[in-house]
Structures are given as C-alpha cells and as structure tokens.
C-alpha cells in the first residue's frame, strides 16, 4: 500500500509524516497525546482546554437540539450566525461586511484554511509565504493544492520575520501570504511593522492575503490588531477565525471566513464539496457566545495571560530558558539549558522524566530548517490552574539544582 498512489502521499509529505519506507505516520499530537495516556503524564502538548466554555453557550446549543435544529443548515451559515460574526468584526474592530456576502461559516478554522487554499491556488506555479514555524496544517493543504511552500523563519526568542527576508521571500510567483497572529506555534504577536509589510508585498506582487486569526481574542498586551484593518489591506485580505479557541469550545468545530464577497464566494465553491455544511446545532449557540459583553472577552485575555504567566514561572524554575508570549496558548522554552540537544528526542523522554508531555517545535518546521528550532519546546497553558500547578510541580525534577 506504500505505492498507492495519490494525492495523499504529497499531503502526507507536505506535513513531515512520510516515513522512510514510503508509509505515512501520525501527527506529533496524536503521538504525544497517545504517550501521555500510556504514561499517565499531563498533556501540556495538544492545545485543547480541559474545561468547557460559557453554560450560557452550551446551553443555546442543547436548547436548539430541543428545538429541532437538527438537519442541514444553509451552505452559507445560518443567517442569524452570518450576522453575529459581521457584527462581531465591526464591534471589534470597526470592520464593516455584508453578512449574506461576506461571511462563510466553516467546519472549524482547519476547514476554513483548507477550502481557501485550495480555492485560490491555481497550479504549481503558485507559491505560497508562511512564516516558520508554522502549524502544520498549512504545509499539507499547500502540497495537497500543489503549490509551493516559502517558508519565513522566525528565530527564538522574539520570532519576529526579518523584513528583508521577508520581502526576498515574496515574488510574483506568491499567491498568497499566509499570517498567523496571535502566532501558533510560537505565542508571538507580530509587530504593526510587520503586518504593513505584508501588505505592502501583497499589493507590490498582486498577492493575497489570508489570516489565520484564531487566537484573536487572546492577545495579552492590548487589543488584537486584525491586518485587514490596515490601509489597503481589505480589499485582498481573507481572514479566518473560529469559536472554538475563543469560547474553549473546540470540538464543536464551528469556524468562519471573512472578506471581499469574490473571494469569500470562491471559497464557498470549494467548501461546499468538502463538508457542505457542520453542526446545525452550535451556529445558533455560537451566535449568542459572539453577542457575550465586552467583559467576557476581556477575562479570557486575562486569564489565559495569568495562566500563560504561571506556567512560564514553573518552567522557569525547572531550569528551561522560556519565551515571553504576546498571546495564543502556547510558551516556547529553550531546552538546552537542560542538556537536550534534539527536541523530539527530549519530548519522548520528558513524559518519563516528569511526567508532562510537550511538542517539539522542530515538528512545526520544514526538513531543511529543523535544526534551527533543534532544541526548542511548545507548551500549552490552556488547562486548569491546579493542572499547571502540578506540572510545574513535576518539572522542577528536571532542576539541575
């Protein structure tokens, strides 16, 4: 089965998950999350909540079950959710769309990434700019469309892009920036200089933009900056987000896409043969989270911030040199302090060590460049208070002192 042949084996290849022998192997999260079942290790490495989102969420969506909200929705989204999602983009952020034109509703934001790339790539020709690390998501569905991966390093302990490799990297060949900020998997929030050269190069080179903005409302130093409210940015700009980051909903896999109504339209021309439309049931209750007060979305900022800050103090005082992020999930460390010299190496061994499970950033990088991140390390503060207690309990074995 090795030499079936196919698309999957580019996609496969495309994520790093081709073995030697030509197989295809499981993600880093379905095997980190698989050791830290069989070693009873806490699993700070697949970015998941532990707990569920706001009752008065989960309970818009058991009220529609009851209500019979139960067959197909619109291709589009119900239009009741199509508007909670554009007014939740103008209270925001001052960002003004038609609701029946410019919104998409999307089996999650993985949905979202994956029919907006495979419906504005044309040919292999086409080349798409990442910044790396990246999540691994976006190397499969550029190699599933058949287009090229540029990747952008970003380099520890700020990844912040380099502007000129940024510009060297971007040509007429570029079909579209790929932005992801707050950032996954490094927790960075990308800087106004760079978001303005982003769209700088998309205008110079005709390309466009799209952005994977999940962690939006997750940022812990003031409010996040979406890049299509910048000068000249709209127009060519596809933005995604979901609920499930937001709400801590994840499974409800319930995303969108947003922007200029062509654009928004050729996505839909895609998404509507991958999934045709999700679960009926959370539009209606994604709807009511996304009318939540201000005050809502301010206290998840701050308490994933107060999360992110206790995690980061525990690995601190295991020995790890740890990154300071500006927003998402996740704290990158520096293991080498620690004597590790090969992060995938480090992480299989660390469940047994200590009895936490975390994810190599070599996995979010491209062959060529996996040295770079060789010693680095990804984890995740999205569980509970007493759950990073004990890990940071459990780490400070690793203390040289």
């Not at 192997?25 to 290790?41: C, D, K, N, R």
């Not at 200089?193 to 205008?203: F, M």
């Not at 509507?272 to 439309?277: A, D, G």
């Not at 308490?303 to 500006?326: H, N, S």
Request: charged share 20%; with cysteine; net charge negative.
């Amino acid at each position: 089965m090795h030499d079936l042949p196919g698309a999957w084996r580019r996609t496969a290849s495309g994520a790093g998950l081709v073995a030697p022998d030509g197989s295809s192997v499981p993600t880093i999260f379905a095997e980190m999350t698989a050791l830290a079942a069989a070693t009873g290790a806490l699993n700070l490495g697949q970015g998941f909540p532990d707990e569920d989102g706001p009752e008065i969420v989960v309970e818009a969506a058991r009220r529609a079950i009851a209500d019979g909200v139960n067959q197909y929705a619109p291709g589009r989204g119900f239009p009741d959710l199509l508007a909670a999602i554009a007014a939740h983009q103008q209270r925001f952020y001052g960002l003004e769309l038609d609701p029946a034109r410019q919104v998409l509703v999307t089996v999650g934001a993985t949905e979202a990434l994956s029919s907006t790339l495979l419906a504005l790539i044309d040919g292999p020709d086409d080349e798409v700019v990442v910044f790396e690390p990246y999540y691994d998501s976006y190397a499969a569905c550029v190699a599933l469309a058949g287009a090229r991966l540029v990747p952008v390093p970003l380099r520890w302990p700020d990844f912040q892009p380099d502007l000129e490799v940024l510009a060297s990297a971007v040509s007429d060949r570029t079909r579209v920036i790929l932005v992801n900020d707050p950032h996954n998997p490094t927790g960075t929030v990308f800087s106004h200089a760079v978001l303005e050269e982003v769209v700088r190069l998309a205008h110079r080179h005709d390309a466009i933009i799209v952005t994977d903005e999940v962690y939006e409302h997750l940022v812990f130093d003031g409010p996040h900056v979406p890049i299509a409210t910048l000068p000249g940015a709209a127009e060519r700009t596809l933005s995604i987000s979901s609920a499930g980051k937001t709400f801590s909903l994840t499974g409800w896999k319930t995303g969108w896409v947003t922007g200029p109504a062509p654009l928004v339209s050729a996505v839909l021309a895609v998404k509507q043969f991958l999934t045709y439309v999700g679960g009926s049931p959370f539009q209606p209750a994604i709807a009511a989270g996304l009318r939540l007060p201000d005050a809502f979305f301010a206290s998840i900022a701050a308490r994933m911030k107060a999360k992110a800050d206790l995690l980061g103090t525990g690995l601190r005082e295991a020995g790890f040199d740890v990154g300071t992020p500006g927003g998402s999930y996740f704290t990158v460390v520096d293991a080498a302090p620690l004597g590790a010299v090969d992060a995938d190496a480090f992480c299989r061994d660390l469940p047994l060590r200590a009895g936490v499970v975390g994810i190599p950033l070599t996995a979010f990088a491209s062959p060529a460049h996996r040295a770079d991140y060789a010693t680095l390390v990804r984890f995740a503060a999205c569980k509970r208070v007493e759950v990073l207690e004990e890990a940071a309990r459990r780490l400070a074995a690793l203390s040289p002192a």
